[in-house]
């Protein structure tokens, strides 16, 4: 697959979760699921927090083949999921898959506690599907990582609060430099509509702002 046939077969489910099909069905933080959604061949999981460790709409795409890898915080509430660290890297039905770091260095719960602690071990995931590296960044600030990361396409938050602002995610599109630059992380209470059409406006790159399923 190439970078424009990744984007015909990725569709946006709303936040931060998504489901790329063919040839292998992915889903990334499953939440809040509509309908009979069709059936996953890989299921990742970037952390524990509810909104995108959903282990009943982890169920409702579950099969009996379909492999679960999650962050160790999310795979402890999910059955039968393989814990993946930052770091790994591994492949699934022909699917390079990266575990990368995900954590805030500016968004703090409390003085000096952040929402997403790097040592929580919470991870994006960086794709090989085909010809093209596809980034999930997950919840995190613009870090030091990034210029490690190569991507072509990259899915990244853009609503702050809890995630990188508008502004961030330009910063860490800058450094990853994608063909292309879907945003996520909001329409869902946190964030709306705006902070998509905002990153593209300020990004000046190229950007798909995708419509919620």
């Given at each position: 697959m190439n970078v424009e046939e990744i984007l015909d077969h990725l569709h946006w489910l709303g936040h931060d979760?998504?489901?790329?099909?063919?040839?292998?069905?992915?889903y990334f933080d499953p939440w809040r699921l509509k309908g009979k959604p069709a059936p996953a061949d890989l299921v990742l999981v970037s952390h524990e927090h509810s909104d995108h460790c959903s282990p009943a709409d982890v169920k409702k795409v579950r099969g009996p083949?379909?492999?679960?890898?999650?962050?160790a915080s999310a795979a402890a509430k999910l059955h039968n999921a393989q814990t993946v660290r930052?770091?790994?890297r591994l492949s699934v039905a022909?699917?390079?898959?990266?575990?990368v770091p995900?954590?805030?260095?500016?968004?703090?719960?409390?003085?000096?506690?952040?929402?997403?602690?790097r040592a929580a071990g919470h991870v994006g995931y960086v794709l090989t599907v085909g010809d093209v590296r596809?980034?999930?960044?997950?919840d995190?600030?613009?870090?030091?990582?990034?210029?490690?990361?190569?991507?072509?396409?990259?899915?990244?938050?853009?609503?702050?609060?809890y995630v990188m602002t508008v502004a961030e995610a330009v910063e860490a599109a800058r450094i990853l430099r994608p063909q292309i630059v879907v945003p996520?992380?909001?329409?869902?209470?946190?964030?709306?509509?705006?902070?998509?059409?905002?990153?593209?406006?300020?990004y000046k790159g190229n950007t798909a702002i995708l419509k919620a399923e």
């Open positions: 979760s998504f489901r790329l099909d063919g040839p292998v069905v992915i083949s379909t492999v679960v890898l999650a962050s930052p770091g790994e022909g699917v390079g898959i990266e575990a995900a954590y805030n260095t500016t968004k703090f719960r409390s003085p000096g506690v952040p929402f997403h602690p596809l980034y999930f960044a997950g995190t600030d613009v870090i030091p990582e990034m210029s490690n990361i190569t991507c072509d396409v990259a899915l990244l938050p853009v609503s702050g609060t996520m992380h909001y329409g869902s209470g946190i964030g709306t509509p705006d902070d998509g059409r905002r990153f593209a406006a300020l």
